[in-house]
Nanobody, 124 residues
Framework: QVQLVESGGGLVQAGASLRLSCTAS????????ICWFRQAPGKEREFVAG????????SGADSVQGRFTISRDNAKNTVFLQMNSLKPEDTAVYYC?????????????????WGQGTQVTVSS
C-alpha cells in the first residue's frame, strides 16, 4: 500500500510562507492523483489543492485564492504545497491524500491513502 508522510508544518506569523512536503513510499506514486486537504478545529476536512500524475493539471480551492501552489517531483516521490501570504484562517492540520481515480476531487471519500498530517499554525 502507499504510505504518505507529510512534513514542513510549523508556527509562523501572518504573511509568512511555508512549504509542505508529502513523500510516498511507492515508486508508482507518479501515477496517482495527489491532493492536500486541511482540517481546522471544529470544522470538516476541506480540499485545498490537487495535482495530476503528469503535473500539468492542477486544482485549487477558492479559499486559498491563488496564494498556494502545488507541484510534484516524481523522481523523489514527493508533492509540495507552497503556501504564501499565510493568514490565521489557514491554521489547520494539513493532510496529503492519494487516489488512482478521482471523479469528485474535493471529496474526502474519493481518496484511498492518507498521511498523518502536519500542523500549520498562523498567528496574528
Amino acid at each position: 500500500q502507499v504510505q504518505l508522510v507529510e512534513s514542513g508544518g510549523g508556527l509562523v506569523q501572518a504573511g509568512a510562507s511555508l512549504r509542505l512536503s508529502c513523500t510516498a513510499s511507492e515508486r508508482t506514486f507518479s501515477s496517482y492523483y495527489i491532493c492536500w486537504f486541511r482540517q481546522a478545529p471544529g470544522k470538516e476536512r476541506e480540499f485545498v489543492a490537487g495535482i495530476g500524475w503528469i503535473g500539468a493539471s492542477t486544482s485549487g480551492a477558492d479559499s486559498v485564492q491563488g496564494r498556494f501552489t502545488i507541484s510534484r517531483d516524481n523522481a523523489k516521490n514527493t508533492v509540495f504545497l507552497q503556501m504564501n501570504s499565510l493568514k490565521p484562517e489557514d491554521t489547520a492540520v494539513y493532510y496529503c491524500a492519494a487516489a488512482r481515480r478521482v471523479r469528485q476531487l474535493n471529496r474526502v471519500e474519493e481518496y484511498d491513502y492518507w498521511g498523518q498530517g502536519t500542523q500549520v499554525t498562523v498567528s496574528s
